[in-house]
């Protein structure tokens, strides 16, 4: 059976492709609707999206697989963003980086239930460097033995994603 969205997300897609003249504009919103509905953008679902806006397959392709903030495969509950970029970077973020892959068992770009990391680029908290965000959950000034209370606190209070729409 092919996927479908909800009617409420066709009704949201509906509503901003009346916005616009053109779908291109559509693209990445129903992208993010397909992650949230579907949790991974399948060649299915970018199908979907592209059936849906009337654009080539290749056209939302490109953009699925240009931007981190899509996934082609199944994740955990909580994506961790871990930022590497340069502010955070020269304040410790690889040190982070590792702290949050030993305590949880995970390398960037690895899953499981629970987690999934993702070594990020800047995620717009510069000033409070090094920074994660999960869902809508910042953590800012991060020092590598906070990984562990991190990961507690997701695992009490899951940050998905899709909490972001
Ligand atoms: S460089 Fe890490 S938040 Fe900007």
Redesign the pocket.
């Known amino acids: 059976m092919s996927l479908e969205f909800s009617e409420q997300a066709k009704a949201k897609i509906e509503a901003l492709r009346e916005r616009y003249p053109i779908a291109q504009p559509v693209v990445i919103p129903a992208l993010h609707l397909a992650q949230a509905e579907f949790g991974h953008l399948s060649d299915e679902a970018i199908q979907l999206v592209a059936r849906t806006l009337e654009l080539p397959y290749a056209h939302v392709f490109g953009v699925v697989t240009f931007y981190t903030m899509f996934r082609r495969e199944p994740a955990g509950t909580n994506v961790l963003r871990v ?1 590497t ?4 970077m020269l304040r410790g973020a690889y040190d982070v980086l590792a702290s949050i892959e030993k305590a949880s068992g995970l390398k960037a770009g690895e899953s499981d239930d629970d987690f999934h990391i993702v070594e990020e680029e ?5 000033a409070n ?3 994660i965000v999960c869902g809508t959950k910042y953590f800012l000034d991060v020092e590598p033995d906070q990984a562990e209370d991190i990961l507690d606190d997701l695992r009490k209070r899951p940050r998905p994603e899709s909490e972001v729409l």
């Open positions: 930022c970029n340069v502010s955070c800047c995620i717009a908290a510069c460097a090094p920074a």
